[in-house]
């Protein structure tokens, strides 16, 4: 296929660009501008939540359709940008400027080609500025995790840079409410064993004046809170077989001197002791009964949702 041909295929496919963003005024013009070249037959959508700045001004003359979400976090905005739009491919974008807009059509032929559900820019960046160590230190850490657990398929889960199909958005159960919602979107796709894949895109800085709005640590935590929930919401056996063998060591630990007591003389002299211990056996072994029962719940519930997968149109 001809580069002509390629963007032929691209104009005739309704494509929407997402820009989440939270006072951006410093970037927020350059992103518009900068996608809207790129990808001129494809509206491009500001969702501002709560903007105490310019942004909102700066969005809208720079040619976006601007709208607003109240609640505050990045994971409430995706949410709505996701009911509300209708496209068949959805391009998502932080609004700080530091993603490569000219990758967008490389992404999108590459989901077309493929037939894939969402394609991650991977950020390679060649400023120490654009991606501080800790930052870079905690995506590594959380993207390995997650990879653990449900697949390794990434290598830069949190990205902000994503291309997703009509099917993927029209299917995503959206929970979170904050930075956590990549890991969420990730585990999504991994669950429902989509078609993904991974392009490396350039990662620059941010233009003066523009902030970054992610903490490391409380944002650090708050994802590993996610990632714990989704295990357990996802994986539940592996999560209370966890706390099944936690119970059971504990338990086995406090009994051992109780026990070694009564074959020498007979006697129970550490009661308390011995109740604990067999209270600790018993939650461990309700933890494994747990366990079984939600992991055929689960099983139940992702064949729902794989339903309902395949039940949404890849195209409107």
């Known amino acids: 296929m001809t580069c002509d041909d390629r963007l032929m295929q691209i104009n005739n496919i309704e494509i929407a660009v997402l820009v989440p963003c939270y006072n951006e005024e410093a970037a927020i013009a350059g992103v518009v501008h900068d996608f809207r070249k790129v990808l001129p037959q494809a509206p491009v959508y500001v969702y501002d939540n709560n903007s105490t700045d310019g942004t909102v001004e700066a969005a809208r003359a720079a040619g976006a359709v601007v709208r607003s979400e109240p609640l505050q976090g990045k994971g409430n905005v995706v949410r709505r940008m996701f009911a509300d739009i209708e496209a068949d491919i959805y391009v998502m974008v932080d609004g700080d400027n530091t993603y490569d807009s000219t990758a967008a059509p490389v992404l999108i032929q590459k989901l077309l080609d493929e037939s894939l559900d969402l394609v991650n820019g991977k950020r390679v960046h060649t400023e120490t500025e654009a991606y501080r160590a800790g930052h870079q230190f905690g995506n590594v850490l959380l993207t390995s995790l997650v990879a653990t657990i449900f697949g390794k398929r990434f290598e830069d889960m949190l990205s902000g840079y994503k291309v997703f199909s009509r099917r993927f958005v029209k299917s995503f159960p959206s929970l979170s409410s904050g930075f956590e919602i990549e890991t969420e979107l990730t585990v999504h796709a991994l669950e429902l064993r989509m078609p993904v894949a991974e392009v490396e895109t350039q ?62 003389t007979g006697l129970v002299p550490r009661f308390p002791t011995a109740i ?41």
């Open 203 to 264: 990662y620059g800085t941010r233009p003066e004046g523009s902030e970054s709005k992610l903490s490391t640590f409380t944002d650090g935590f708050r994802i590993l809170k996610m990632i714990a929930i989704l295990i357990k919401e996802e994986r539940p056996l592996q999560f209370f077989s966890g706390l099944f063998g936690l119970f059971v060591v504990t338990s086995i630990i406090l009994a051992i001197p109780v026990v070694s007591t009564y074959l020498e």
């Open 276 to 316: 604990l211990a067999t209270g600790m056996m018993l939650l461990g072994f309700l933890c494994l009964a747990c366990g079984l029962i939600l992991d055929t719940v689960t099983r139940g519930r992702q064949e729902l949702k794989r339903l309902q997968y395949l039940n949404v149109n890849r195209s409107g």
